[in-house]
């Protein structure tokens, strides 16, 4: 069975993600959980919702700064404690009542050296059996992942956390509300560097490369593993957030604090994806591919387009495909909603693709459609479908984008396979033929 009883978002409220398998392979994660299940633990259940708040703590280098902070609150809150921050914490003279721990790497056995009796050991399944060992006359709890790596590994009724990813960052606040706390604090939660990249010395970690993200003016330092899971956590926990009405309140300052910041934002959603555009637009890297420009001809065969036809490019970005249509004899005009992405002198338009858009013969997107916010997709169909009076060429993107962690924003904004962008699809176009792809999906419709 799934972890709900009516609180944490499952099914058709949990957030989509493809799984990345974290620190080790799929192979040593199902050996592991396999030989862990065995034990006979007890398992994690929900408990019924709590008054006294939690407070949550991470290894963000901030935590050395709200140390005092958490300190004043300690008496009248609860406190679970991630990874190294259980250490951290009974360095200041902390005992924390929670543990959380998911890496499933046999190094993490050093957390949980000296581990406290009182302490509640909240272990994922796939964690290394050392560490189970270590732990042998403590208080431990076990519970799983919602991946499919745990799915395939584990056989009978087994409860399972939702949270479909690998970050103890998010499982920490599903546990947490797996436990009845409704109101959680979040100290150490960064996932960007001040002077040093954590509160304490994290050599499991030591190997990760720096970047750095600029968002709304400020500019980060972390890593791409850090902005990653900053990334993937807010997602995560929206969904979790809304449906528990859990109040969540972060003491940080750092990336994760902007990206919730932006995500929360009361700022109209076409300048919101505007301004995320052109920010990705001023990164020279963005622009150095043109995948559009390898579907011209298809589009045409397709289509069976004659030349002299006109030919809306629907998110246009660098217009190097417009550039390709108008060389091939066609009159082609870029639609974007950025106005600094084009590297081509071109007919252009700035505008979102759910407002009206100019009339054409036929339309031409690749790489567009998942780009879309959820919330505008059929407007942006219909829109398409009106303006274009023979037909339309549609190339999506099925799987999650990895250029959106350079501003610590999410880019494809709907990802479906491509029967469900079929059926999307076919609501506003009777006559489609679909080509599917293994990360992709080309749709051609015709009026």
């Known amino acids: 069975m799934v972890l709900q009883s009516g609180s944490l978002p499952v099914g058709e409220t949990s957030p989509a993600f493809l799984e990345l398998p974290v620190n080790n392979d799929r192979e040593s994660i199902i050996a592991n959980i396999t030989q862990n299940i065995g034990r006979g633990l007890p398992e994690l259940t929900q408990h019924a919702w709590r008054t006294r708040p939690l407070l949550v703590v991470g290894g963000g280098p901030s935590l050395a700064g709200y140390l005092e902070i958490l300190k004043v609150y300690r008496p009248d809150c609860d406190v679970l404690a991630i990874n ?93 509300a797996a436990l009845g706390y409704k109101q959680q604090l979040l100290f150490g939660y960064d996932f960007s560097q001040g002077d040093t990249p954590y509160a304490f010395p994290q050599p499991m970690n030591a190997g990760d490369q720096p970047i750095e993200i600029t968002l709304d003016g400020r500019t980060f330092k972390t890593t791409f593993a850090m902005a990653r899971t900053a990334e993937l956590l807010v997602r995560a ?51 150095e591919c043109s995948p559009a420009l390898w579907y011209v001809n298809s589009a045409i065969e397709l289509l069976d387009m004659p030349r002299g036809s006109s030919v809306l490019d629907l998110g246009c970005g660098t217009g190097r495909s417009v550039a390709r249509f108008n060389e091939l004899g066609f009159k082609a005009t870029g639609i974007d909603i950025a106005g600094n992405s084009l590297t081509e002198v071109i007919p252009f338009v700035q505008q979102p693709l759910w407002d009206p858009l100019p009339k054409a013969d036929y339309g031409f997107s690749v790489d567009v459609l998942e780009h879309i916010p959820q919330s505008k997709v059929l407007d942006t169909l219909r829109a398409i479908h009106d303006a274009c009076s023979v037909g339309c060429y549609l190339n999506i993107d099925t799987v999650h984008d990895s250029y959106g962690i350079l501003i610590g924003q999410q880019l494809h904004m709907t990802v479906m396979d491509g029967d469900e962008w079929l059926q999307v699809i076919k609501t506003i176009w009777s006559d489609v033929d679909y080509y599917p792809g293994e990360r992709q999906a080309v749709f051609v419709g015709r009026r």
């Not at 902007?258 to 001023?282: G, V």
Request: hydrophobic share 40%; with cysteine.
């Open 237 to 287: 926990l929206l969904p979790v957030m809304r449906q528990c009405e859990l109040d969540l309140q972060l003491y940080s300052d750092g990336l994760l604090s902007a990206m919730l910041a932006k995500a929360n934002s009361d700022q109209p959603l076409e300048d919101a994806e505007r301004e995320k555009y052109e920010a990705m637009w001023a990164i020279e890297k963005y622009s």
């Open 84 to 176: 190294g921050a259980y250490k951290y914490l009974r360095s200041h003279g902390i005992e924390a009542d929670y543990f959380v721990l998911i890496d499933s790497r046999a190094e993490n056995v050093v957390h949980v050296d000296g581990a406290s009796f009182r302490t509640q050991h909240l272990l994922a399944s796939q964690v290394h059996p050392r560490v189970f060992d270590e732990l042998e006359n403590r208080r431990v709890t076990m519970f799983h992942l919602g991946t499919q790596t745990a799915r395939d590994a584990i056989t009978g009724n087994f409860s399972f956390l939702t949270a479909p990813i690998g970050m103890a960052s998010v499982h920490a606040v599903y546990v947490g």
